[in-house]
């Protein structure tokens, strides 16, 4: 398994950004059987279109959040822009789920039933979970990790919850062209 990431500061026009990030992660990593894509972004980026560029570009699942700010190792900290980093291998099965809308009476059956969809996609029992979660006021990050953990019988979950500009009325997390506030 290998992976690469790639940094943009282009929020404003996406299809500079997807190409700037698509070209960027191409000159770093050669995709293998299965690849991933997450993306941690501006909360005023559209995520929904840049996650539709991506997927298009790249030709594998684009999921990620929006987030307060970036920091990266070559570049440091940045409170406005894009990272993209892809994990790809031949030795790597990646399976994608996704939820929906999420709330406080609803979320450990959807979170089950799409670990279960996202399972039977996998020859065999995933070693890791990483988690894309919505910042909903009445839930916190326990509540997703336990749910994950109870659906998965233990697996580690890894993960992150979307964030904005500190009023938490924008934040949202994605998958490919799809977006969702909770």
Do not use: W
């Amino acid at each position: 398994m290998k992976s690469a990431i790639v940094l943009t500061q282009e929020i404003d026009d996406l299809n500079i950004a997807a190409d700037e990030l698509t070209s960027g992660i191409r000159e770093k990593i050669a995709f293998g059987r299965s690849s991933i894509g997450i993306v941690y972004c501006d909360a005023d980026v559209d995520v929904a279109e840049l996650g539709r560029l991506l997927h298009e570009n790249l030709g594998f699942d684009i999921v990620g959040l929006t987030t307060t700010a970036l920091i990266e190792r070559y570049h440091g900290y940045c409170d406005m822009g894009i990272a993209l980093a892809v994990i790809t291998g031949d030795d790597v099965d990646i399976s994608i789920g996704n939820t929906g809308e999420l709330s406080k009476d609803n979320f450990a059956e959807r979170i089950q039933g799409t670990y279960s969809h996202a399972r039977a996609a996998l020859c065999e029992d995933p070693r890791l979970i990483l988690l894309f979660a919505p910042y909903i006021a009445d839930l916190t990050s326990e509540n997703y990790v336990e749910a994950l953990d109870e659906a998965s019988g233990h697996v580690p979950v890894f993960g992150g919850v979307s964030t904005d500009h500190y009023d938490l009325q924008h934040q949202k997390t994605f998958h490919n062209g799809e977006a969702y506030q909770d």
